[in-house]
């Protein structure tokens, strides 16, 4: 007798492939394939019941024991990657700052606020204020001749108008203008 046969199954034999299959040590290729021998073979069949059977007592002398969230989170991760990030909240993704939909609805609002900002002034041209005009009114002190001076900033330009009284036989009217810094 050799010692394979004093301890177990020998390697690589059907007893062993059956033992594996009953622990559930096998990968997940391996375990369809045994499972389906399992459904052909009756000989194999019978192996994998009598390890079962010769198990099954340890497997009673423990209690099914659920593991702690953060050990379950954590093997999911590994196994799962994908679907545990979609599940996990944001804030254990990274936060706010590490957020796609944050990022591309700042860039969303941005771009809105760029086109609103370029599109006001075309839209709605700001209206032009009218330039002031001035006036002044020209008399001479004990005189009855008035003239009213209107001066147009817009075109540079200087109007006079006769309001009332007549000039003196002999005379005529007549306006300086000085120039300088007032």
């Known amino acids: ?3 394979a046969e004093d301890t177990g199954p020998e390697r690589g034999g059907d007893d062993l492939l ?5 622990l559930g040590v096998l990968d997940a290729d391996e375990r369809q394939i045994v499972s389906r021998r399992i459904d052909a073979d009756t000989a194999f069949a019978r192996l994998v019941e009598d390890w079962e059977v010769s198990l099954s007592p340890l497997a009673a002398a423990y209690r099914e024991v ?11 991760r590994r196994l799962f990657a994908t679907a545990a990030a979609v599940s996990r909240p944001a804030e254990v993704r990274g936060g706010l700052w590490s957020s ?4 591309r609805g700042l860039a969303a609002a941005a771009v809105a606020a760029l086109a ?15 330039q002031a005009r001035l006036v002044a ?7 009855d001749v008035k003239y009213l001076a209107v001066y147009d900033a817009a075109h540079h330009e200087v109007g006079l108008s006769h309001v009332s009284g ?3 036989s002999g005379k005529d009217f007549e306006l300086w203008m000085i120039e300088g810094k007032n």
């Open 66 to 76: 659920e593991p702690p969230v953060s050990v379950k989170t954590a093997v999911d």
């Open 137 to 143: 009114s020209l008399a001479a002190e004990g005189s």
């Open 116 to 130: 609103i900002y370029i599109a006001v002034p075309i839209l709605n041209p700001p209206v032009e204020q009218p």
């Open 166 to 168: 007549e000039r003196a």
């Open 18 to 22: 059956a033992a594996e299959y009953v």
């Open 1 to 3: 007798m050799t010692l």
């Open 100 to 103: 796609l939909a944050f990022w």
